[in-house]
């Protein structure tokens, strides 16, 4: 086999970022330059459609105005409404699912797994599209479903007769928003606690039986301090997602734009609407690094929480 002319021989030292290189290339053009640009478009006063000519520096003008925003603030309390009410239960559900499925099935675990998995790695807009159908007023399954349970005599007097309206109402909008991320996420952490479980020793479990130890006993004092460090893992992924929630509220409500009173309007689809309805880029980029600031601050005071304590404290 022919040798390569020296000067085409690649050096050992050079290999590796040679070989690495694609990626810090595309890293760079996709991630990284858009971060900074950003960055420099939060102190910049600036409409695309007049060119890039057009930038005014401005200070710390965008943020002023981002913080005095009542509808960035309204955004920012429906966003961690949304995160708290469909977070909270995904991890409630999921760690005793996960060990249900964990101690039940055996050969059919797999289809199991993949059946809660598959919300998951379904496309969001027609999870979307789905739940629209579930939540119409005249003719969603819902509605359906609650009307025919009105007519039961011991339950009439808790449900509706009337069918609900839960996208146009301002009041049951985040509640159908919520329904469906807890829908599509839950069955995500199933699988992360499940992963954790198999690495849990079964000696534990036999230790704790020989010693007298319940099922309860053991889930709370073997099972649960053993699944802390992935409880942390997915709670931290759970804020992280919630802070960013953009698709499903977007694709629900009408128009993309919250619905009634901006009711579902999330933080991220408001610095959406600030950029490309508004054309004001430098607010919704100010917008975009205040919610870096609170997802950092929330995440750091998650890791916090779950820190092991010493006895001293």
């Known amino acids: 086999m022919p040798k390569l002319p020296t000067a085409l021989r690649l050096s050992p030292r050079w290999a590796p970022y040679v070989f690495i290189s694609p990626f810090l290339v595309l890293f760079a053009v996709f991630g990284l330059f858009p971060l900074m640009f950003s960055l420099y478009l939060a102190f910049q006063s600036w409409e695309p459609t007049n060119g890039l000519g057009a930038m005014q520096f401005v200070g710390f003008d965008n943020f002023l105005f981002a913080l005095s925003d ?23 559900v999921a760690i005793p699912l996960a060990v249900f499925i964990h101690t039940s099935f055996k050969r059919s675990r797999n289809w199991v797994i993949g059946a809660y998995f598959l919300p998951y790695i379904t496309s969001t807009v027609a999870i979307a599209i789905m739940f629209s159908s579930l939540f119409s007023t005249d003719y969603g399954l819902l509605n359906l479903g609650l009307q025919a349970l009105a007519k039961v005599p011991v339950l009439g007097a808790w449900l509706p007769t009337e069918p609900i309206d839960w996208i146009g109402n301002a009041s049951n909008i985040k509640p159908a928003v919520a329904t469906i991320v807890f829908w599509r996420y839950v069955g995500f952490n199933v699988v992360l606690y499940l992963a954790a479980l198999q690495t849990i020793p079964a000696d534990l479990y036999e230790a704790a039986t020989m010693d007298g130890a319940g099922k309860l006993q053991q889930f709370f004092f073997i099972t649960l301090p053993s699944l802390r460090p ?42 959406y609407r600030m950029a490309f309805d508004f054309n004001d880029f430098g607010a919704a980029s100010a917008m975009s690094w205040l919610l870096f600031v609170v997802v950092v601050l929330l995440t750091w005071l998650t890791n916090r929480a779950f820190q092991p304590r010493s006895s001293g404290q």
Not at 70 to 83: E, I, P
């Open 70 to 92: 009542d509808w960035f603030w309204k955004s920012l309390r429906n966003t961690g409404w949304l995160a708290v009410a469909s977070g909270v239960p995904q991890h409630l």
């Open 230 to 271: 992935m409880i942390f893992f997915g709670v931290t992924l759970s804020v992280i997602g919630g802070l960013q929630l953009f698709e499903e509220p977007f694709i629900l409500t009408p128009n993309g734009r919250g619905g009634s009173d901006q009711a579902g309007m999330t933080t991220a689809m408001y610095l």
